[in-house]
């Protein structure tokens, strides 16, 4: 089956199926991580060599058995055939980033604040009980750019590498990522090997999401954006992705923000308007276009081959 078959048909299950509310691979996943995270951070010892050395462990035995597993079925011509498509819907997320998104939207256009925290707060990890609207929309727009490229792109960008191993290996760093990668006394060493093997298998995807925004909005903008704003950024992927789409949707991100209880003034990107509601559906569009637009680059390059 082609590559551009299978990505048509995963796209094609997730928009009439949506991400599974019960059985998610992804939940299990979570669970037998959340087991050896129990396991391995409380045997690790102050050294910060040890933390990190228990931390690669933890990570190499939450993900290398699982890959190694659909590697061997999918060497079965047959099973292929059927897992390829199913294992790259489990991998994308389009549909969920867009509902979970419209969910804090409809909130802020009736003027209900509080619901759009709560429904806000079920997609970042920053504090929102205090949050503006200003900061809310702020919020929903930075995590679907970034999660253009986490939860859309890369998972594509690997499988078309590596085919549904490398997708699926993807997406479970990705999510030890989520799990284990944040800068805080519990997980600053032990978390550092999921962090930074993250930041390396999403280089070159967000880079190209990145592109795909300056393509599909003001390029001119989205490019000086990109250029002078993502080297101040905190994560050099996050800050490429939202850099550019900020400036590719001429509006303005950034600023202060609370994660767990610790005022942070991020990176001020783009040189627009301060956003508003209707911007929320504006990145939304930008996160269906990039889709199809490499998809259409997929099919091409292999109706031309």
Request: aromatic share 12%; hydrophobic share 50%.
């Amino acid at each position: 089956m082609s590559i551009a078959l299978v990505l048509f048909l995963a796209l094609l299950l997730d928009i009439l199926l949506g991400e599974p509310k019960k059985w998610h691979p992804l939940v299990f996943f979570g669970r037998w991580a959340s087991y050896l995270e129990k396991q391995f951070i409380q045997s690790s010892h102050k050294s910060t060599i040890k933390q990190r050395a228990y931390g690669f462990l933890a990570l190499a035995l939450a993900v290398l058995p699982i890959s190694l597993v659909v590697f061997i079925l999918t060497r079965v011509e047959l099973l292929n055939q059927w897992l390829s498509p199913m294992i790259l819907y489990f991998c994308i997320a389009p549909s969920s980033l867009l509902q979970h998104t419209l969910a804090v939207y409809r909130p802020l256009q009736q003027g209900d604040l509080a619901q759009a925290r709560l429904a806000i707060a079920m997609i970042v990890s920053r504090e929102t009980q205090q949050m503006d609207e200003l900061q809310v929309r702020k919020a929903t727009i930075e995590t679907t750019l970034e999660n253009g490229a986490d939860a859309v792109f890369a998972p594509i960008f690997w499988f078309i590498i590596a085919g549904p191993v490398g997708a699926l290996f993807y997406r479970l760093c990705n999510t030890l990522d989520a799990m284990w990668g944040y800068k805080n006394p519990r997980y600053l060493y032990f978390g550092f090997a999921a962090a930074r093997l993250d930041d390396v298998l999403n280089y070159v995807p967000a880079r190209l999401t990145a592109l795909s925004y300056l393509l599909l909005g003001d390029s001119k903008n989205a490019w000086f954006c990109w250029r002078t704003q993502s080297p101040l950024c905190e994560s050099p992927n996050a800050g490429v992705v939202m850099s550019a789409g900020a400036g590719c949707l001429n509006v303005q991100l950034g600023g202060a923000v609370i994660y767990h209880g610790v005022l942070k003034n991020k990176t001020i990107l783009g040189v627009g308007r301060g956003v508003v509601n209707e911007d929320i559906k504006r990145a939304n569009l930008l996160i269906v276009l990039t889709s199809l637009l490499w998809l259409s680059v997929i099919f091409l390059g292999e109706f031309l081959a």
